[in-house]
């Protein structure tokens, strides 16, 4: 379920979590800062400083990402204090974030996010 979306956004539930260094790295300073709109209990998507999705409830599965937001200058923000989020790119690939953690997409395309009710990854 999503509670809010913007620019089509949609988001579907999926598991695993482990993604390789080379398609996302730590937010920079800057992206960071612009991904700090971003309120608790929100998981959200920015691109080029907008947000452009945010999630908020808890699922069993991965939500979809109809709009596939893609990097470069793509970030996903976790304010959640407890649960963990996992986003899904097209290639399969699961990225698990920490509570209160944010990173940025370098390359490739997100098609989903969950939100778990665990606090680690």
């Known amino acids: 379920?999503?509670?809010?979306?913007?620019?089509?956004v949609s988001v579907a539930a999926q598991t695993a979590a482990s993604a390789s260094a080379s398609t996302s790295a730590p937010a920079s300073a800057p992206v960071r800062a612009a991904a700090d709109t971003?309120?608790?209990?929100?998981?959200?998507?920015?691109k080029n400083g907008t947000r452009i999705g945010q999630f908020q409830d808890v699922t069993s599965g991965f939500q979809?990402?109809?709009?596939r937001p893609s990097g470069p200058n793509l970030v996903?923000?976790?304010t959640r204090n407890d649960d963990v989020a996992y986003i899904r790119r097209a290639n399969g690939?699961?990225?698990?974030?920490?509570p209160r953690t944010s990173i940025g997409i370098v390359s490739g395309t997100l098609t989903g996010i969950r939100i778990d009710s665990r606090s680690t990854c």
């Open 93 to 98: 690939i699961t990225t698990c974030l920490p």
């Open 38 to 46: 971003c309120s608790y209990p929100y998981v959200c998507l920015f």
């Open 1 to 8: 379920m999503t509670l809010a979306m913007a620019g089509g």
């Open 76 to 78: 996903v923000q976790n």
């Open 64 to 67: 979809d990402l109809p709009s």
